[in-house]
């Protein structure tokens, strides 16, 4: 089993900047993708970044040259730095591993989840 927490969400203005952190517990061998979904109220859960082994990673075209997923291998840490936050980006934030080999922002694709963490951009 693998258990991930999300943290570092928040309520900030237009323009403004997060970090949201993954914290990884539990048998982590050979699953060291990871990607960061969201999913705002009355939609489906969208991939928004995703980083493989090494520092390999893929983007929702929404955020491309705004987020940026990262890692810290030491401790298992994934991290996205979110910059320029827009009002459409305010959903609830999930961290995912375990991808099973698809595509990589499909939600299907991925066995285990955090419990989310809420970002709101207010305008």
């Known amino acids: 089993q693998l258990q991930l927490a999300e943290s570092g969400g928040g309520s900030v203005q237009d323009g403004e900047s997060l970090r949201l952190s993954c914290a990884t517990s539990?048998?982590?061998?050979?699953?060291?993708?990871r990607a960061w979904f969201r999913q705002a109220p009355g939609k489906e859960r969208e991939g928004v970044a995703a980083?493989?082994?090494?520092?390999?990673?893929f983007y929702a075209d929404s955020v491309k040259g705004r987020f940026t997923v990262s890692r810290d291998g030491a401790t298992n840490m994934v991290y996205l730095q979110m910059n320029n936050l827009k009002p459409e980006d305010t959903a609830m934030y999930y961290c995912?591993?375990?991808?099973?080999?698809?595509?990589?922002?499909?939600?299907?694709?991925?066995?285990?989840w955090g419990q989310g963490t809420q970002v709101t951009v207010s305008s």
């Open positions: 995912a591993a375990g991808w099973r080999g698809g595509d990589w922002y499909r939600p299907t694709e991925y066995d285990y």
């Open positions: 539990g048998n982590t061998a050979g699953r060291t993708y």
């Open positions: 980083i493989w082994t090494g520092s390999a990673s």
